[in-house]
């Protein structure tokens, strides 16, 4: 009984990060090649490789062994890296308006 609670996380975990690595492949599939060289990141190709390998590796092996540890860390580097400043260089990010003495009510003069 507990091996299969145990398995079954396993699973739900297995599922999880399936559906983590084939959102970061979609959304690499999303862009335009040219968005990635404007945001000096490695190219559209790349990203589809080491990101479809995670996909891949995450639907053949499951959460068992190195390999999966290694598609998990590049989804992240993906995600947290590459994902926003795509969407910057596209048009789709925050934008930054006005200086960065700006406080939350407007410029910060330093009393004045």
Do not use: C, E
Not at 12 to 21: E, K, M
Not at 73 to 80: H, P
Not at 100 to 109: A, E, F, R
């Amino acid at each position: 009984m507990l091996v299969q609670g145990f398995n079954m996380i396993w699973g739900w975990i297995s599922l999880g990060l399936l559906v983590f690595a084939l959102a970061a492949f979609v959304n690499a599939a999303v862009h335009r090649d040219d968005a990635y060289r404007a945001a000096d990141k490695q190219n559209k190709g790349f990203w589809l490789i080491i990101l479809g390998v995670a996909v891949a590796v995450n639907i053949f092996l499951g959460v068992w062994g190195f390999l999966p540890i290694l598609g998990l860390i590049a989804t992240i580097v993906y995600f947290v890296d590459v994902r926003p400043a795509l969407k910057q260089v596209s048009g789709r990010g925050p934008r930054r308006r006005g200086s960065s003495s700006d406080g939350p009510y407007g410029p910060y003069n330093g009393g004045r």
